[in-house]
């Protein structure tokens, strides 16, 4: 068979000029063009998964799997902060609530699976997945610090809630800056994951070449280019979307649009998990979820305060902060050993689905 006639994410191309077509034509079809922006960004945000797959390949596995993390995590950016913009701060929030379960659940769930499957058992840099386990513990308690001041003093403090959010936001970023100083220059060598050789059979030359850093870095800014220009076509479209499919702004958010603005690591994780390159699946799935954390968080909170009428805090629902703190448990116990298995995967979806039903069922 033909190579263009294959399966391909590349065919939903297609609903890039679809969403526009719709934006413009047609602009009371609110839920045809929310549906048709998730479906045009979702192969934008594999181009940039596929370029920084390729970078990672000139890098190594540690630094890789952070350029994907953060370049995959560029899309989830621009949507929130499109979305600040706009004044839809509780749908940023829940975005952000939803790109960490993802990832820590549904991406690294689909990744422990899908290799699994393909290998018996597999195995990862211990050292470094515990390191990424513990940030994440850190990120859990940066949300529910807030969220129990919050609870404590009561609506009426948010001039305090507003400080606070801000000073958890520096100490946030100033420990995401100390954790890539350890990973990339102090202690780097504790994070270098070799590869498979049975990644280097598939990986051999003839069979596949990385492409050159001026390629993936010109697909990388075409992509994104391209991803915030959709973006503002489906944030525009969410709330008349989640009111025509009477779901809440939380679900919306917590689901639909963080599935959306991950779909770079989804893809992306599981395809190198499937050649047995573990350390990098796992780099990309936990540090990415680290990443939205302890930087994309913290920084949202900052420049909200120039954005829309309403400036963003740090204090989470506590749905929000159970479902957070309860996947971070579950991965971290996962990916603490160093070795993995196919119904180690089902399990971590099978949360990402209770979860799910969570939300759903929440009222608005």
Not at 325 to 352: F, K, M, P, R
Request: aromatic share 8%.
């Amino acid at each position: 068979m033909p190579d263009y006639l294959k399966p391909s994410l590349n065919w939903l191309l297609v609903f890039v000029p679809a969403a526009a077509a719709l934006e413009y034509l047609a602009p009371e079809r609110h839920t045809w063009i929310f549906f048709c922006a998730c479906a045009a960004i979702i192969p934008l945000a594999g181009f940039m998964g596929r370029a920084t797959e390729h970078l990672a390949e000139r890098t190594g596995e540690g630094i890789g799997g952070l350029l994907n993390a953060t370049f995959g995590n560029a899309a989830e950016m621009i949507i929130a902060l499109v979305a600040l913009r706009r004044g839809l701060v509780e749908v940023v929030k829940a975005s952000l609530t939803g790109s960490i379960l993802g990832n820590v659940l549904l991406v690294l769930g689909a990744a422990v699976l899908t290799g699994g499957v393909r290998y018996k058992e597999q195995r990862f840099n211990a050292t470094a997945a515990r390191s990424q386990a513990t940030m994440l513990t850190l990120a859990a308690i940066a949300l529910i610090a807030p969220a129990g001041y919050h609870h404590i003093v009561g609506a009426g403090a948010r001039l305090a809630e507003s400080r606070l959010s801000i000073d958890i936001s520096l100490v946030l970023l100033a420990t995401y800056a100390a954790s890539l100083l350890f990973s990339l220059h102090t202690h780097k060598r504790l994070f270098v994951g070799e590869a498979s050789e049975a990644c280097a059979v598939e990986d051999a030359p003839g069979k596949h070449r990385p492409w050159s850093v001026g390629r993936s870095l010109a697909v990388l800014g075409g992509a994104t280019a391209l991803v915030a220009w959709v973006s503002e076509i489906l944030v525009g479209s969410v709330e008349a979307t989640a009111k025509d499919l009477g779901m809440t702004d939380v679900f919306i958010g917590v689901v639909v649009v963080a599935i959306i603005g991950n779909a770079a690591e989804h893809s992306t994780a599981v395809l190198v998990a499937g050649k047995n390159r573990m350390d990098l699946a796992i780099g990309i799935a936990i540090g990415s979820s680290v990443q939205i954390a302890l930087f994309v968080a913290p920084v949202l909170v900052l420049v909200s305060r120039f954005l829309g009428d309403r400036p963003m805090d740090l204090v989470f629902t506590l749905p929000e902060v159970l479902a957070v703190g309860l996947a971070i448990a579950i991965a971290g116990q996962i990916a603490g050993d160093g070795e993995s298995n196919w119904l180690e995967g089902v399990q971590l979806l099978a949360v990402y689905v209770i979860l799910g039903l969570l939300f759903y069922f929440l009222p608005g």
